[in-house]
T-cell receptor, first 112, second 113 residues
């Protein structure tokens, strides 16, 4: 049973709109991550956080921003959505250094 | 840049066949993970490997941490239709190279009935 939750599951939105993708975990994990994945393709790390008030950009440049005000919550925001932002966004969390990541079910974003 | 390679990129097999796939790197890794992603879902951790030479099983799945520490293998025995999905390897090099895991590009498995 998943202990990391992403909402919405699917989102279709018009160009120029501001959107926030929600991610929450109930495991008390200190580390959280956002990945961008086109259908059936590779995972690209776009943001990560090692704890409250700590955020870093990932390997793939992204126009999105994140915040980590509470341990359990790691929302991702796009100020002005564009069709190039159409993708699946996966949130994950982990504890410690060598433990694997627990992924959410993802948000499938379509910008029209 | 990408540090892990997975082969094959995709494979089509008959139900009941055994499957082998691998993950390689030019660098030494201290930890290897294998994930499976079903269509439309997030990846799920299958097996974690922490020691060179380690062989670990999870049901019909068996994974090995290569002796050179530059590769890992995943085998699936007697495949069934629900094995369909993308299999990702992930590795972590060590504290001097950051705390995040690096993911491979995935092996896409299709099982024909």
């Amino acid at each position: 049973e998943a202990d990391i939750y992403q909402t919405p599951r699917y989102l279709v939105i018009g160009t120029g709109k501001k959107i926030t993708l929600e991610c929450s975990q109930t495991m008390g994990h200190d580390k959280m991550y956002w990945y961008q994945q086109d259908p059936g393709m590779e995972l690209h790390l776009i943001h990560y956080s090692y704890g409250v008030n700590s955020t870093e950009k990932g390997d793939l440049s992204s126009e999105s921003t994140v915040s980590r005000i509470r341990t359990e919550h790691f929302p991702l925001t796009l100020e002005s959505a564009r069709p190039s932002h159409t993708s699946q966004y996966l949130c994950a969390s982990s504890e410690g250094t060598n433990n694997g990541y627990t992924f959410g079910s993802g948000t499938r974003l379509t910008v029209v | 840049g990408q540090q892990l390679n997975q082969s094959p990129q995709s494979m089509f097999i008959q139900e009941g066949e055994d499957v082998s796939m691998n993950c390689t790197s030019s660098s030494i890794f201290n930890t290897w993970l294998w994930y499976k992603q079903d269509p439309g879902e997030g990846p799920v951790l299958l097996i974690a490997l922490y020691k060179a030479g380690e062989l670990t099983s999870n049901g019909r799945l068996t994974a090995q941490f290569g002796i050179t520490r530059k590769d890992s293998f995943l085998n699936i025995s007697a495949s069934i239709p629900s094995d369909v999905g993308i299999y990702f390897c992930a590795g972590r090099r060590g504290n001097n190279y950051g705390q995040n895991f690096v993911f491979g590009p995935g092996t896409r498995l299709s099982v024909l009935p």
